[in-house]
């Protein structure tokens, strides 16, 4: 074998084992609900539906062989069920394996994930930005809406190193921040839903 060839074999083993590597990159998120100031409660027992579709929804990027994920779906379901319980008399959790609802709930509340954005700056140093858009629904024991929102939220910050797993952390906090405090001060103020809770309390013997 030729020495011109056997040096370019090799160089062309060396490339084929370069891409086959890959690397997968899972960032860290909030696990701690947000802070809410003190709020009114609405004395109606609800419902909260949270499916697998919202709970393990991520933002992902890939890059030639490489893979980077915001596993945003497990935040989103902790601060659903915490702005619940902030704002709802009594809350009981549905997953995708309940079928039947329970016989004292008033309404059924449904977080929903519509899409989540990420920029991507120039340099590490540069700021970043996460979006998304959620939607929130309130139905009744019919599934007819009682009241719909839709929340945009975001978080800024400089981008970080993309090899470090805390790399976007902050933007990952005040996106939450923004979203929540949203959902509570819309929800929490809306006329629809303190009207259909106090309907419930005169129908109730």
């Known amino acids: 074998m030729q020495p011109v060839f056997k040096i370019g074999l090799f160089a062309c083993l060396m490339m084929i084992g370069f891409l086959m590597m890959s690397c997968t990159m899972v960032y860290t998120v909030p696990k701690e ?6 709020v009114e409660k609405i004395n109606m027992k609800v419902a909260l539906h949270l499916d697998d579709t919202l709970c393990d929804a991520k933002w992902e990027k890939n890059v030639l062989t490489d893979s980077y994920i915001v596993p945003i779906g497990g935040p989103l379901c902790i601060n659903s069920e ?11 959790v549905l997953d995708d394996q309940v079928t039947d609802l329970p016989t004292d709930v008033n309404a059924v509340l449904i977080p929903n994930l519509v899409s989540i954005e990420r920029s991507r700056p120039l340099t590490i140093y540069s700021t970043q930005i996460t979006s998304i858009l959620f939607t929130w ?3 009744d024991r019919s599934g007819d ?34 979203v929540f405090q949203q959902s509570l001060r819309e929800m929490s103020s809306s006329p629809l839903i303190r009207e259909f809770a106090a309907n419930q309390r005169q129908s109730t013997p």
């Open 33 to 38: 609900p947000v802070t809410y100031s003190s």
């Open 82 to 92: 915490s702005l619940a319980r902030t704002l709802f008399a009594e809350v009981t």
């Open 137 to 139: 629904s309130l139905n």
């Open 145 to 178: 809406p009682i009241w719909v929102t839709t929340i945009s939220g975001e978080g800024k910050g400089p981008m970080g190193s993309p090899l470090s797993k805390d790399a976007g952390h902050e933007q990952i906090e005040m996106l939450l921040d923004d």
